[in-house]
């Protein structure tokens, strides 16, 4: 018994040796969420591709909870979410894509807070049935929701 | 070192013989329709334990508004989490529809000891639309011609909803609302003065209806510049 023991203290101090040398060398974990964009779904987006985006193209929209939203929420962001009234939100998002009338929005781009949350999509597929063709954008879901741009932003 | 490898091994095999564990819904995916008055709806997923005993880790509706429980309980009323062959239980689920219109999938994911994936049990809920604007928005081309256009308003209820109100926020369209049937249809037929410039209007309709959701609607008229058809919105999409 005394032996195992020695054997699983031995083995724990080399792992630990191990990973710091490989943090020395390497760097930190990558905490990045993988996203290949041969591989999505169709309407999902990796963060990765919406970078490349000329920024005064795309219109975020959070889908997550109002609270979630005001703490840190991506910077221009609107508030579109499956829990509060709709009208009202819509009616926000529709300025907001429109703006000044200058530059209108040509991506939008939701996210929630995880993939699989289920909120982004009901939000996207709303926006997109009722609004992207008059005002001329196309709606995308962020590939892994706000764990995707929490790395990033 | 000997005793070692051999403890590795037997954990190994007894997480690999645990992954055999049996819960077999009778469905992954519930499927409600909902009436215009419903706050919640109630979806229940039957299932039965085969082959192995089973033992559930954890389970999470990725939504405030679903609630999730499994039924039935403890004797001493504590979640059953450990379950025998042969028995049979459900999730029963609680989704609050309050905010909803239209279509809705929400999901539980339940993990089992030793389940290599967690099962994902889907709630669909069909919240009706009482009242319908079609279009939702009239588009202009900036610099074409400023012909009138029309948004049809319809009430798809048993009851009669009346359009008590309607106002429009901006004066560079015009618009003349229309009572086709009192209670049913109503048409908006909106102007605007010229196309010279982008522009965005917002027509905001009141209703009596007794349902929250549904007494106030809005519709867009909005002047925009044609896009360019050789320089689509999306270049760098991800393959469908």
């Given at each position: 018994m005394r032996k195992v023991l020695l054997s699983v203290v031995w083995i724990s101090l080399m792992s630990v040796a191990a990973a710091f040398l490989t943090w020395m060398l390497v760097g930190p974990p990558d905490r990045s969420v993988p996203c290949d964009a041969q591989e999505l779904p169709k309407g999902q987006v990796c963060l990765s591709t919406v970078l490349e985006w000329d920024p005064g193209e795309v219109l975020w929209v959070d889908a997550r909870p109002r609270d979630y939203w005001r703490r840190n929420g991506v910077e221009g962001s609107v508030l579109v979410n499956d829990q509060e009234e709709w009208v009202s939100m819509e009616e926000s998002f529709v300025l907001a894509v429109f703006g000044d009338g200058s530059q209108l929005k040509t991506k939008v781009v939701v996210y929630c807070?995880?993939?699989?949350?289920?909120s982004s999509e009901y939000v996207a597929d709303r926006l997109r049935q009722k609004h992207s063709e008059a005002l001329g954008f196309e709606v995308y879901v962020l590939s892994g929701g706000f764990k995707a741009l929490a790395n990033q932003l | 070192m000997k005793q070692l490898l051999f403890s590795v091994i037997a954990v190994s095999l007894f997480l690999s013989h645990r992954g055999q564990a049996e819960m077999v819904f009778e469905t992954q995916l519930v499927e409600i329709f909902a009436?215009?008055?419903?706050?919640e709806v109630i979806g229940e997923f039957p299932f039965r334990i085969e082959e192995q005993e089973v033992t559930i880790q954890s389970y999470d509706a990725k939504c405030v508004c679903l609630a999730a429980r499994v039924e039935p309980?403890?004797?001493?009323?504590?979640?059953?989490l450990n379950w025998k062959v042969g028995e049979s239980g459900k999730m029963m689920t609680k989704f609050d529809?309050?905010?909803?219109?239209g279509t809705v999938d929400k999901a539980i994911e339940l993990n089992v000891v030793g389940g290599k994936e967690p099962i994902i049990l889907t709630v669909r809920v069909h919240v009706p639309e009482l009242i319908s604007l079609t279009p939702t928005n009239l588009r202009w081309d900036l610099g074409g011609p400023a012909n009138p256009q029309t948004m049809k308003i319809e009430v798809k209820h048993q009851n009669p909803i009346k359009v008590t109100n309607h106002r429009g926020n901006n004066p560079k369209f015009d618009y003349q609302f229309k009572t086709i049937k009192e209670g049913w249809e109503y048409e908006v037929v909106v102007t605007p003065r010229d196309t010279s410039a982008s522009a965005l209007g917002m027509l905001s309709f009141t209703t009596d209806c007794e349902f929250p959701r549904f007494k106030r609607a809005m519709g867009y008229a909005v002047i925009r510049p044609q896009r360019n058809p050789s320089q689509p919105a999306s270049t760098t999409a991800p393959k469908s």
């Open positions: 807070n995880q993939a699989g949350c289920g | 009436s215009p008055d419903d706050e309980l403890n004797p001493d009323r504590s979640v059953k529809v309050t905010k909803f219109l």
